[in-house]
């Protein structure tokens, strides 16, 4: 059974992130938590993927407006900067969307630091032989970098 809580949360998820709308806040993980007590009134957690992000007044309000609109006028929105965001919050079908949309996907972690030095793989052709051309692109979140084998520019996403 759909409840309430999962329904708002699956319209809310869907709202695309004003950087990059090819991927929704869902996608992202910047959606942490919704919740509803008794008396109808929703409260919706959500962490920008860096703090001082500038779109995060556009999600906030985003969010606010796209639940109030199915109804529910008691919303509240928080942002919660502890503990920050991290790419390993991005879903697999955020990490594949990146990659259909020509930026290569943040690496996974994995808890361990030696996993940093993998590859970060073409978009265009999956090589792993790419080098970062600029350490900041078109937000702060992406990188610039060119690949050797088929000479390809692509944003990164960062692991951060
Ligand atoms: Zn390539």
Redesign the pocket.
């Known amino acids: 059974m759909v409840t309430a809580i999962d329904e708002i949360r699956r319209i809310a998820g869907a709202i695309p992130d004003p950087e990059m709308p090819a991927l929704t806040i869902a996608d992202l993980g910047i959606l942490r938590d919704v919740r509803m007590d008794g008396s109808g009134h929703v409260d919706v957690d959500i962490t920008p993927t860096y703090s001082g992000c500038p779109a995060l007044d556009v999600i906030r309000e985003d969010v606010e407006r796209c639940i109030r609109d199915q109804g529910y006028t008691d919303v509240a929105v928080r942002v919660v900067l502890s503990p920050a965001w991290t790419t390993e919050w991005m879903s697999e079908a955020g990490r594949v969307k990146l990659r259909e949309y020509g930026i290569a996907p943040p690496r996974q972690q994995l808890f361990d630091l030696q996993a940093l030095k993998i590859a970060v793989e073409?978009?265009?052709?999956?090589?792993p032989?790419?080098h970062e051309l600029a350490h900041f692109g078109s937000t702060q979140c992406q990188a610039v970098r060119r690949?050797?084998?088929?000479?390809?520019t692509?944003p990164h996403f960062k692991e951060h």
């Open positions: 073409c978009p265009r052709c999956d090589s032989r790419t690949c050797d084998a088929c000479g390809e692509f």
